[in-house]
């Protein structure tokens, strides 16, 4: 049984005639007769009453069409997605990264759309920990991550660097302060983001190694939700910098460094080491290179 037979049985079904069938498909009747008896050797049924003028089709004829316009429509289905693959102007891409990666991940987005509007980028919020991990399994073309994976199969270019600083009231006292210390930070009202990741950790376990007190008071689930509070006056909140670069900006918020707790970190964009991408994902690894190179803010070179 071939996709080819089924075709010309769901056309002469659909003309019911054999002569409409092969003059729509361009064939010989014979060729068209042929191709339905070789259906009806392999199901061992008569397929159309012969003695019918109209093409009537038996039990058996009707269950094989539906089957057969679900093959063939299937198949359109995959030329069409297939076919996607290859159309950067329809394609799809999907980032795996966490909530701060993802305010990193804005200014490529906007250049990537700017030049590929009709792509759908697909970012997917995800813990850090996993991230490396779906790339590999290619659940998700790209990861964003702060750190370099140890898997062999990935390799990751340098975005930027980033850093952590205690965000304040621009009335707050603090603000007039360059930095301060972390005893002093503890000793403020703070709001923590409620998601564990690593840098969280590694905060909580450099207070409790310096049997330092921590004022937690507020523990919310978003960083906007974060920002938010800390305008209100609600407490301060350690974040990463880029993170807030707008309300800095606007003056909305005041960035205070706390040396011990700054922990700059990279930036990197991870992918796998094969070319084995859609046409619309190599196009945006192609943005961010071209970014990078442009910017200066990052060597073009893919690192183990």
Not at 15 to 24: G, I
Not at 70 to 99: F, S, T, Y
Not at 120 to 129: A, E, G, K, P, Q
Request: net charge positive; with cysteine.
């Amino acid at each position: 049984m071939t996709v080819e037979d089924l075709r010309v049985f769901a056309m002469v079904a659909a003309e019911r005639s054999f002569s409409r069938a092969a003059k729509k498909l361009r064939r010989t009747q014979p060729a068209v007769s042929q191709a339905i008896r070789r259906l009806e050797e392999h199901t061992g049924e008569r397929l159309i009453d012969r003695s019918s003028r109209d093409g009537t089709l038996t039990d058996a004829g009707g269950l094989l069409l539906s089957y057969a316009q679900r093959i063939i429509r299937l198949i359109e289905e995959a030329a069409v997605g297939v076919g996607e693959l290859r159309d950067i102007q329809k394609g799809r891409v999907i980032i795996g990264a966490n909530e701060a990666g993802v305010h990193a991940l804005l200014p490529l987005l906007q250049t990537f759309r700017a030049q590929h509007p009709g792509v759908l980028v697909d970012v997917r919020r995800l813990h850090s920990r996993q991230i490396a991990h779906e790339v590999v399994l290619r659940s998700v073309d790209f990861g964003v991550l702060t750190f370099q994976p140890p898997e062999k199969e990935l390799q990751s270019l340098p975005l930027w660097t980033d850093e952590l600083v205690l965000l304040v009231k621009p009335n707050d006292p603090l603000a007039k302060r360059k930095q301060i210390t972390m005893e002093e930070m503890g000793r403020q009202t703070i709001i923590a983001h409620n998601d564990p990741s690593p840098a969280r950790d590694r905060v909580l376990r450099l207070y409790e190694q310096r049997h330092a007190a921590l004022n937690i008071r507020l523990s919310l689930p978003s960083l906007d939700s974060i920002k938010r509070a800390v305008e209100m006056g609600l407490g301060v909140a350690l974040l990463p910098r880029r993170c807030a670069l707008s309300e800095i900006s606007r003056g909305q918020l005041a960035a205070v460094l706390v040396p011990e707790l700054r922990s700059p970190r990279q930036v990197r964009f991870v992918f796998r080491r094969d070319a084995e991408v859609s046409h619309a994902a190599k196009a945006f690894l192609d943005t961010v290179r071209k970014s990078l190179t442009e910017n200066g803010t990052a060597k073009i070179r893919a690192e183990a």
